[in-house]
Every structure is written in structure tokens, then in C-alpha cells.
């Protein structure tokens, strides 16, 4: 029996398994899945290249950026602020940089 939301080609590859292979690919499945949704939780508000940002910073806050960082923006408590924002491995890293409207 066939299920509406999973592909042919991969409900024909799992018809063909044994239990036990099958019970290894459920649990990498969730796996993989509970990852998704923290990468997409991750996801700042606004991610551009650190170029697309060069009038709102300045030379020091671009030196102190780690490496491979990109700048992001989150709101929190209806306040906007800048944080640099990287991957180590599987997780998502992310370091405070400074208002976005220093007024605030």
C-alpha cells in the first residue's frame, strides 16, 4: 500500500527493506527532519552579504566579524539589531553586533 505524500521511486525503494533497515531509515529520517526545522527556526529576518550592508557598518564592526560570517538582522522586542551569523559544524552560531537604529 502506497502512501499520497511519498514518491513512487522512493515508496518502491522502501517496500523492498526489511524491518529492521526500515526502523534505521525512520529514525534518520526524523533526523534529518528535526534539522530542517531548526535550520529554518535559524533563518534570521533579513541575511544579506556583509557589501549590501557597508553604509550601516562601520570599519571596526566589519574587522570583528568572524570568519565566514554573514550579517543578519532580528527583531526582538520591537527593537532591530545586527548579529553575525555562521555555521560550526551542524549548528547555526550567531554573535550580537549593535542596534540597528542606535536611537532606540
Keep these: 500500500m ?3 505524500d511519498v514518491p513512487e521511486h522512493i515508496e518502491a525503494v522502501l ?11 525512520a ?5 534529518i527532519a528535526d534539522a530542517k526545522i531548526v535550520q529554518e527556526l ?7 552579504p556583509l557589501d549590501e550592508h ?3 557598518l562601520d ?11 554573514t550579517l543578519t538582522t532580528k527583531e526582538i522586542n520591537d527593537n532591530r539589531y545586527y548579529y553575525w551569523q555562521w555555521r560550526e559544524g551542524d549548528k547555526v552560531k550567531s ?10
Design 15 to 25: 517496500q523492498a527493506q526489511e524491518p529492521e533497515v526500515l526502523r534505521e531509515v
Design 42 to 48: 535559524a533563518e534570521p529576518e533579513d541575511k544579506k
Design 2 to 4: 502506497s502512501h499520497p
Design 59 to 69: 570599519e571596526y564592526d566589519r574587522d570583528e566579524a568572524p570568519a565566514g560570517a
Design 27 to 31: 529514525r534518520r529520517a526524523q533526523e
Design 54 to 56: 557597508e553604509d550601516e
Design 95 to 104: 554573535e550580537y553586533v549593535k542596534p540597528v537604529n542606535p536611537d532606540e
